[in-house]
């Protein structure tokens, strides 16, 4: 079974960033599409960011200018930098790796709260 684990949230004042980091357990961890995703409870989960193996890059429309997603292929890590920051991006941030559309494996959260 592929091992997601998500690491960096954290209490933020708004304005400020913060960087969340995934890791995976995969063999060629360079081919598979890298998701972040958040969830407030009682909401459905919705898509923040998705990068694909070959860097192709996509965003929320709420985080576009202020959130970046990259990939550091060595060390079988995505991230997403988080700046200028809102109360409303308060959220628990979940990681997922696409190995087919059959397979896609999310790691157990990281909560994020921007507030002053």
């Known amino acids: 079974q592929v091992q997601v684990v998500e690491s960096g949230g954290g209490l933020v004042q708004p304005g400020g960033s913060l960087r969340l980091s995934c890791a995976a357990s995969?063999?060629?961890?360079?081919?598979?599409?890298m998701g972040w995703y958040r969830q407030v409870i009682g909401k459905q989960r919705e898509l923040v960011a998705r990068?694909?193996?070959?860097?192709?890059?996509n965003y929320a429309d709420s985080v576009k200018g202020r959130f970046s997603i990259s990939r550091e292929n060595a060390k079988n890590t995505v991230y997403l930098q988080m700046n200028s920051l809102k109360p409303e991006d308060t959220a628990v941030y979940y990681c997922?790796?696409?190995?087919?559309?059959?397979?896609?494996?999310w790691g157990q959260g990281t909560q994020v709260t921007v507030s002053s």
């Open positions: 997922n790796l696409e190995q087919s559309i059959l397979d896609i494996f």
């Open positions: 995969i063999r060629v961890f360079g081919l598979y599409t």
């Open positions: 990068i694909t193996g070959g860097g192709r890059t």
